[in-house]
C-alpha cells in the first residue's frame, strides 16, 4: 500500500538528530536544561518551521509547534513525546515520537490538508529524569501536578536546582503556572513511542496499539536478624535475614508469575555489615511491582506485606516494608484505539494489542485528555543504550498510522 510520509526525510531527521549529545561510544546525552538540550531544540525547531508551524517554548522549556485549524479557538489535538536521554542512551527513545509528529504534520501541509482542530506537537522537558531524578517534568507542569517548591528542591548532582537550570537557559519558574492547561481546551493526545519490548518483534510486527500503561509501585523492603560469625554459629540457632530476604524475592516473582500481565523486579539489595564470613544483621532490597490494572496493583501489594510478614514470623525475623513511589495506571480511550485500529487498516497493517510497562508522558496525559499510544519495534527489545535501534520501515509505518490518526482526530 502506498505509503504518504517522506520516510527518507523521517530517518534523515532520526540520524541527525542523533548527532547532538553524542559521545565516542555512539551513546547519547541529552539532559534537561543543557548546551545539548538547547542545540536539539533549535534543530526541531527549524523542522517545526518547515512544516508550517508556528514554533514557541512554554516557561518549563517544553518546545511547541502548533499547526493551525480552521477553528483556531477549537481544542487542540496534541501529539507529543521527549527529545532528552538518559545518560548514554540510544537516539529513538523519545525522539521518534517527536520526529514522526513533525514529519505527519509536513506530510498534511504538503497535501494542503487543513484541520479543523489545532494540532500541537509537544517536545516535553525532561521526561527521562535523568538529570533531577523525577522526570516527566513538561507533561507534569501541563497536568498541573509539578509544583515550584519541586524545582527548588530537586536537585543534580552538581547541586544545581531545577529552578536555577532554568534560569540559566531564559525561562523563570515562578511563572510556572502559566503551563498547566485546562481539559477542555484539549480534545485528545497521542503519542508514538519505541516499544523498548520485544512483544512486537517476537509477533513479526511493525506497529501495536497499545491498551494501557502499567503503573509502578516501588517498595524498599528491610529484613533484620541476628549477626554472628559464620563459622562459629551453628545453622540451626541462625537467624539469618539473607535467607529469609531470598525466600521472599523469590515468592514475590511466583507472585507476579501468576498475572496475566504483572511484572516484579528486585533491582537493588544491600547487606549489612556486608562481609563474607559474616551472617549479616540486615538485608534491604527493592521490589517494583507492575501492572495496567490499578486493582491487581493494591491486590499484589496486599499480597507482599502478607508475605514478608509470614515469612519473618516462622524465621524469627524482623520485617518492614515502605511504599517509596506509586503512580496510578492509565488506559487508553476507547475512542482512541478504536481510530488507531481504523488507522492501521489504512496504512495496510495488521491491528495488534498490547501494554506498555514503561512509564511515558501519555500517562501523565490521560488525566487531562483522552489518550492513544502507538508502538513501533524495537530490535531485540534494548533501550537507554547506544544499541538502541528501530528498522526505517518500522518507523515509517508507525509514522503513517499516526498520519491518518491525526487526520481524522483533528477532522470536523
Known amino acids: 500500500m502506498e505509503i504518504n510520509i517522506n520516510k527518507e526525510r523521517l530517518w534523515d531527521h532520526i540520524h541527525s538528530l542523533g548527532k547532538i549529545g553524542r559521545n565516542t561510544e555512539g551513546g547519547l546525552t541529552r539532559l534537561s536544561f543543557t548546551e545539548e538540550e538547547k542545540a536539539a531544540k533549535e534543530m526541531v525547531s527549524q523542522w517545526m518551521e518547515e512544516a508550517d508551524m508556528r514554533v514557541y517554548t512554554d516557561e518549563i522549556g517544553n ?135 520485544k512483544v512486537l518483534e517476537d509477533n513479526d510486527l511493525s506497529v501495536g496499539i497499545v491498551t ?21 554459629t551453628p545453622m540451626g540457632m541462625r537467624k539469618d535475614p539473607m535467607v529469609g530476604a531470598s525466600i521472599i524475592i523469590s515468592k514475590i516473582e511466583e507472585i507476579a508469575s501468576k498475572e496475566k500481565q504483572a511484572v516484579a523486579t528486585t533491582g537493588k539489595i544491600e547487606s549489612h555489615p556486608g562481609g563474607i564470613n559474616i551472617i549479616p544483621d540486615s538485608i534491604e532490597f527493592t521490589v517494583d511491582i507492575r501492572d495496567i490494572s490499578e486493582e491487581t496493583l493494591i491486590r499484589l501489594e496486599k499480597e507482599v506485606r502478607e508475605l514478608v510478614e509470614q515469612v519473618t514470623e516462622k524465621r524469627g525475623l524482623g520485617g518492614e516494608v515502605n511504599v517509596l513511589h506509586r503512580v496510578s495506571p492509565s488506559v487508553a480511550s476507547p475512542d482512541v484505539v478504536k481510530q488507531l485500529e481504523e488507522s492501521c487498516m489504512k496504512a495496510g497493517l495488521p491491528t495488534f494489542h498490547l501494554p506498555s510497562g514503561a512509564g511515558h508522558d501519555a500517562m501523565i496525559m490521560s488525566e487531562l485528555t483522552d489518550m492513544g499510544m502507538i508502538f513501533v519495534r524495537s530490535k531485540d527489545g534494548i533501550s537507554h543504550n547506544p544499541n538502541e535501534w528501530t528498522d526505517k520501515m518500522d518507523l515509517a509505518n508507525g509514522t503513517e498510522v499516526l498520519f491518518h490518526s491525526l487526520n481524522e482526530l483533528a477532522s470536523e
Open 63 to 197: 518546545l511547541i509547534g502548533r499547526y493551525e485549524g480552521k477553528n483556531v479557538d477549537a481544542p487542540v489535538v496534541l501529539v507529543g513525546s521527549h527529545i532528552d536521554t538518559v545518560i548514554n542512551g540510544g537516539k529513538f527513545d523519545g525522539a521518534a515520537g517527536i520526529l514522526s509528529a513533525i514529519e505527519a504534520i509536513h506530510t498534511m501541509n504538503e497535501k494542503a490538508i487543513t484541520p479543523y482542530y489545532p494540532i500541537e506537537v509537544i517536545a516535553f522537558t525532561d521526561e527521562e529524569g535523568a538529570r533531577f531524578s523525577n522526570g516527566m517534568l513538561g507533561s507534569k507542569a501541563i497536568a498541573g501536578t509539578l509544583t515550584k517548591e519541586d524545582l527548588y528542591q530537586m536537585k543534580d548532582s552538581n547541586q544545581v536546582s531545577a529552578a536555577e537550570a532554568m534560569r540559566q537557559f531564559g525561562y523563570d519558574p515562578e511563572k510556572l503556572d502559566t503551563v498547566k492547561r485546562s481539559p477542555e481546551n484539549l480534545k485528545n493526545y497521542l503519542e508514538l513511542h519505541i516499544e523498548q519490548g
Open 212 to 232: 494501557g500503561i502499567a503503573g509502578p509501585v516501588w517498595f524498599n523492603v528491610r529484613i533484620t536478624g541476628e549477626s554472628g560469625h559464620a563459622g562459629a
